[in-house]
């Protein structure tokens, strides 16, 4: 089941609660959050007390993109705060093997990220450990930028060894994706499919997850 989920990153703030339940009215379940440090990227967002506060505002999962250095040091704390997945950058980790272990023994499913640059070859052997891959298709930071083409092809590289090696884990997509590039991600094996300004910039945020879920269902029937 292909998901679109919403980057409340592009979301009005002072609104977020509204926000949350427009999107959830066009039939998402799950809601990307981002954590920025300022340090790993450079854009500050939110911390642990406000997806506390998301929490206690909505029932839908909540996914947390982690784009901070020392992911180890804040990871289960975001667990605590009500996260459902917790994904950290493999270029943040120096354990990744025990970070993906405390962010599951904590109570989450454990994601890992690479960015644009970083080859998917590096996740090999640690691929039976995760419990989702996330690829970047923008160098993360900000919203609103351009999807990068070549992810697609090592979406399509991370489909195949999932296949080959029997695993199940959802490949997620975050950056760019807006209707006009959606077939072609989940034509080439993405499941889970974030997507910000392209949903909370239109005029109609509940009628665009609805379109887009349309156009990934549509897509997904023809995957091979
Ligand atoms: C970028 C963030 C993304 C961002 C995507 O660093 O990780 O989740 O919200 O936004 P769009 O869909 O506008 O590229
Ligand atoms: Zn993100």
């Keep these: 089941m292909v998901e679109i989920i919403p980057s409340i990153l592009s979301a009005d ?28 990227v450079p854009n500050i967002t939110i911390g642990p007390p ?23 040091r804040y990871a289960a704390e975001f667990v605590r705060a009500g996260a459902n997945s917790v994904s950290v950058h493999y270029e943040a980790c120096r354990h990744l093997d025990g970070t993906l272990e405390t962010i599951r023994n904590a109570g989450a499913m454990a994601g890992v990220v690479l960015n644009p640059a970083t ?27 351009k999807f990068i083409p070549y992810v697609l092809e090592k979406l ?3 489909d195949r060894i999932r296949r080959e090696k029997k695993l199940a884990l959802p490949i997620e ?7 006009d590039n959606l077939a ?13 300004s392209a949903i ?16 990934a269902a549509g897509a997904t029937a023809v995957r091979v």
């Design 184 to 196: 072609e991600v989940v034509r080439a094996g993405c499941d889970w499919i974030v997507t910000g």
């Design 119 to 145: 080859p998917v070859a590096v996740l090999e052997d640690v691929l039976e450990v995760a419990d989702y891959v996330l690829l970047m298709s923008v160098n993360p930071g900000f919203g609103g930028q």
């Design 50 to 72: 406000v997806v506390e506060s998301i929490r206690k505002a909505t029932r839908l999962h909540l996914d947390t993109h982690l784009m901070i250095d020392d992911p180890d």
């Design 13 to 40: 703030f002072a609104r977020l609660a509204e926000e949350m339940a427009r999107v959830e009215r066009g039939g998402a379940s799950m809601l990307h959050v981002d954590v920025m440090d300022g340090h790993f």
């Design 200 to 215: 909370f910039h239109s005029a109609d945020a509940e009628g665009e997850v609805r379109e887009m879920r349309g156009i």
């Design 173 to 179: 997509i975050d950056g760019g994706v807006h209707r």
């Design 156 to 158: 399509r590289k991370l």
